[in-house]
């Protein structure tokens, strides 16, 4: 009993431990691509690399990077079987037992980032997919998301300063 416990708080620890990477990625996504607004397309290509698609629409070129792939995961499903025997001569015997078979499980993980430039400014992004397939994407732009947020952390710092009132120094 208490290992199904252990096991249960472990699932539980692990897939809240797992959600919250998955909302940093997508944070670190949206954090970064905010950042990127104003900059030249190149710095999109310095964090995410080349593109894999561009293209020219109403005087700007979008820029799309995607992602996708499988993988196979297999969930175990224990049955229970017990019942008797009986022989030919009146003998009999019980038996009792587990039959554990894995069934496949295919998981699809997909990620796009799209941004669009002016006159190789970028002026617009978005994004859209699955937790595991944003993942690299969130940290190859985590760099950005961290800038963002120091310099937001600094500014709160500096207008806390402004706002507290001049300490008197006691002689």
């Known amino acids: 009993m208490l290992n199904k416990r252990i096991g249960r708080f472990s699932l539980v620890l692990l897939l ?3 959600s919250f990477l998955t909302a940093c990625a997508f944070n670190y996504i949206e954090g970064g691509l905010e950042e990127l607004k104003g900059k030249p397309v190149k710095t999109a290509f310095n964090y995410l690399g080349f593109p894999d698609t561009k293209n020219s629409f109403e005087g700007s070129d979008v820029y799309v990077w995607g992602r996708s792939f499988q ?9 229970n079987s017990y019942g008797t025997a009986y022989g030919s001569y009146g003998n009999w015997a019980s038996y009792q037992g587990t039959t554990t078979t ?3 499980q ?3 993980y997909s990620c796009v980032i799209k941004i669009a430039a002016e006159k190789g400014v970028i002026i617009q992004s978005s994004y859209e997919g ?9 940290t190859a732009l985590k ?16 207008v806390q300063q402004k706002e507290k009132p001049p300490t008197k120094s006691k002689k």
């Not at 993988?71 to 049955?79: E, N, W």
């Open 143 to 158: 760099p950005l998301y961290d800038e963002r947020e120091n310099r937001e952390k600094a500014q709160q710092i500096a």
């Open 106 to 108: 295919v998981n699809t």
């Open 71 to 79: 993988t196979t995961s297999f969930t175990p499903i224990t049955s």
């Open 16 to 18: 809240g431990f797992s």
């Open 130 to 138: 699955s937790l595991g397939g944003c993942e690299a994407y969130g």
């Open 102 to 104: 894995y069934v496949p």
